[in-house]
């Protein structure tokens, strides 16, 4: 018979498929294990469509987990877990990254605007037409109209930076090269 902890070591040594990080666990919903989700899909809803998420701690290690329950709640998920059954299992989980593997998302065009996710531009260096660095992408912001890029600076006492992300400020997402080309200025 196999121990719980073999077990999960079998579950999380499944996970060999390159994974996309689509949200964070950010608390507790409730005393019941309910956990609240900072989705980073274009919907809100987009983690619904998957019944078994895949937690980790952004060290490539990760473990395989049930969905039980999800709903949208305002701009976030709340979801129930399987073996999360009151909240100081809940607000374990917190800062837990949420990936799905990337074979069961759907295909995107190998060229374009749509030939990446969201989650491939976290971590990506930034840089002007004028070879400035302006720093990481930390992440995404939808603000109805267009998205945006939020930027920290890798220099320190400079604040995070704001860049809209449409066809006149971004030039070029080059995934290879692990940045993006933009058209803006360091005192913007």
């Not at 992440?139 to 320190?156: A, C, H, T, V």
């Amino acid at each position: 018979m196999e121990s719980r902890k073999q077990q999960q070591t079998a579950k999380e040594s499944e996970a060999t498929e390159p994974m996309v990080v689509m949200g964070k666990i950010v608390g507790s919903f409730g005393v019941h294990g309910w956990v609240k989700v900072f989705p980073f899909t274009e919907f809100v809803g987009g983690l619904l469509d998957y019944s078994v998420w895949w937690l980790g701690k952004g060290d490539g290690k990760w473990r395989e987990t049930k969905v039980i329950k999800c709903n949208v709640h305002a701009k976030m998920l709340i979801s129930l877990l399987e073996q999360c059954t009151d909240r100081t299992a809940a607000m374990v989980l917190r800062s837990m990254q949420i990936a799905i593997p990337r074979n069961q998302l759907p295909v995107l065009s190998s060229s374009g605007k749509d030939g990446y996710y969201w989650s491939d531009l976290i971590g990506l260096k930034v840089v002007n037409l004028q070879s400035e660095d302006l720093g990481n992408v930390i992440g995404l912001i939808e603000s109805g109209s267009n998205d945006i890029l939020q930027i920290q600076s890798l220099k320190e006492g400079e604040n995070e930076r704001l860049i809209p992300f449409i066809d006149q400020v971004i030039v070029k997402v080059d995934l290879e090269a692990h940045q993006i080309i933009v058209d803006w200025g360091l005192d913007y």
